[in-house]
């Protein structure tokens, strides 16, 4: 796992959040906002990528990921080293004609393969498992968004909350992301 890997899964989460957000035509509302409306209803908007950079959850958990990252990182490199250690003392071994037998430098060639194998095994495998708990905190943060945009769009009486991102010009929209990001992060502390 690398930086790329890790910034990939960050901006995988935020694009997550956000089509989840679109998606799932998100609710909310629970402090003190101003009464306008368009065409018959109140709209607001929450800008997703600031809820994910400030929220305490999210934060707390991509510091998380990014430890349990590191310790992949440490374990894959520590098992890449060994094997190129390997491989580059078979191809010595062999090139000074190290073995007694050509059954001798076949043996070591497939526990060479085998362990290169091995290796491309765990990259595979760890990458899947830093996914797997990404999705898992997206899921985490999605739910507990929703949850705060449903109360409180029925508190204010907004007839839309839409992301920001998508959101060109705001006459008549009210930015809500402060609103929402308190209510989330208070119940966080």
């Not at 089509?19 to 607001?44: D, Y």
């Not at 440490?74 to 191809?91: I, V, W, Y």
């Not at 839409?162 to 989330?184: C, F, Q």
């Amino acid at each position: 796992m690398n930086n790329k890997t890790r910034n990939s899964l960050l901006i995988a989460l935020s694009l997550i959040l956000t089509l989840s957000f679109n998606a799932c035509n998100p609710p909310a509302k629970e402090t003190t906002v101003s009464q306008k409306t368009v065409n018959n209803g109140r709209i607001a908007f929450v800008k997703m990528d600031s809820l994910v950079m400030n929220y305490y959850l999210a934060k707390q958990m991509n510091e998380e990921l990014k430890l349990t990252q590191e310790g992949y990182n440490k374990e894959f490199a520590t098992k890449k080293t060994k094997f190129a250690q390997d491989a580059q003392s078979f191809q010595s071994k062999l090139q000074r004609g190290g073995f007694l037998t050509e059954a001798n430098a076949r043996k070591e060639r497939d526990r060479i393969v085998a362990m290169e194998s091995e290796v491309k095994k765990m990259d595979y495998e760890l990458s899947n498992k830093l996914s797997k708990i990404q999705g898992d905190n997206n899921k985490r943060i999605l739910d507990s968004l929703n949850a705060v945009l449903d109360r409180f769009q029925a508190e204010h009486h907004y007839k839309y909350i839409l992301d920001g991102a998508a959101v060109l010009r705001s006459e008549g929209a009210e930015n809500i992301t402060d609103d929402i990001l308190a209510i989330l992060n208070a119940g966080q502390k």
